[in-house]
């Protein structure tokens, strides 16, 4: 395994691991309902591995993502890098908006520290931006639990340029967390420069386009019902054919290396700048393997040139969210 560093020294595995998908149920579903056992099973061995980067929020189920993750690496809690997220407010399990307050944040984190079974979060991210709170009130209160040693360091996601660049003022910043990848590259525009400026290191979510990129879907009828990819504008009936040249593309540089689809979509990411670390999601060994192994794989100048004509920034066939969802990001 090799290793980056985030922001404020921060040492990460070059892939960490979306724990998302491993729970049963629960309110987010990505193909087949997971096997818990095999989800336990894929955590076991990407530490085995040497993956130490794992990646879960306090609204995965809810809750109780962190509680399988908290079981998963219970004996096994040394070295790793534990992330984890709050931002959202519930009425019982339902979410019912966002709440960055401080108050919401110790009780998140206090919630979160339980559930995991352990004494600190490792990185602690803002989930979404609460545009009713000042982003310094927001990190403030983060810090608090820093000091009292519950938190390592804190983070923001999906924060928009002129968020992150307060937030940076006012206190250390150890990573943004995005979507990126080959099909969404819109933090090329100007976030990324913004994290380089203020050394905020960058962890991509969905890198592999929710599955799309590794080839794993050609059609939406292969997307089992409740599956939250048919909500995804980039998977519709008009949208998805268009895309499905990005997939071909990748395919194309895939076979050349004698490499998978999601090997070579990683491999364009890690390509992008050390200080990137994507945390594709997993539920199973066989794809968490495939993908860790994306860190041993060079791209050549000519592969990055073919990817670059198949798939240029704003050159996705539909937006990455819906209308509600797209209110959330950027801010």
């Not at 945390?279 to 060079?298: C, F, Q, Y």
């Amino acid at each position: 395994m090799k290793y980056r560093t985030l922001g404020h020294g921060l040492k990460v595995s070059a892939i960490g691991i979306g724990c998302m998908p491993m729970i049963k149920g629960g309110n987010i579903l990505y193909g087949e309902a997971a096997d818990l056992d095999e989800s336990t099973r894929t955590i076991h061995r990407a530490i085995d591995l040497g993956v130490t980067f794992f990646d879960t929020a306090q609204i995965y189920g809810p809750f109780s993502n962190e509680e399988l993750l908290g079981a998963a690496i219970k004996g096994k809690r040394d070295g790793l890098i534990i992330a984890t997220k709050f931002g959202f407010k519930f009425e019982g399990n339902q979410i019912v908006g966002v709440d960055g307050s401080p108050a919401n944040a110790r009780a998140a984190c206090e919630g979160s520290l339980q559930r995991l079974g352990i004494d600190t979060i490792d990185l602690f991210y803002q989930h979404r931006v609460d545009p009713s709170i000042p982003i310094e009130e927001v990190v403030g209160g983060m810090m608090e639990l820093v000091n009292e040693g519950k938190v390592r360091h804190i983070a923001l996601s999906e924060a928009g340029p002129d968020t992150l660049r307060r937030a940076a003022k006012a206190a250390p910043i150890t990573a943004l967390q995005s979507e990126y990848s080959i099909w969404e590259r819109d933090v090329e525009e100007e976030i990324l420069g913004v994290c380089r400026e203020h050394g905020i290191g960058f962890v991509p979510y969905s890198p592999l386009g929710r599955g799309f990129l590794a080839g794993a879907v050609r059609s939406r009828d292969e997307l089992p019902e409740g599956d939250w990819r048919r909500n995804d504008p980039r998977y519709s009936d008009e949208n998805l054919p268009a895309n499905l040249a990005i997939v071909d593309a990748i395919g194309a540089v895939a076979d050349k290396h004698k490499a998978s689809k999601a090997q070579v979509a990683l491999a364009w990411l890690l390509a992008q700048g050390e200080d990137i670390v994507p945390i594709p999601g997993t539920k199973r060994r066989v794809t968490m393997e495939d993908s860790v192994a994306a860190t041993e794989l060079a791209l050549t100048a000519d592969d990055l040139a073919a990817i670059e004509a198949a798939a240029p920034r704003g050159g996705t066939s539909g937006p990455r969210y819906g209308e509600q969802g797209m209110r959330m990001v950027r801010l």
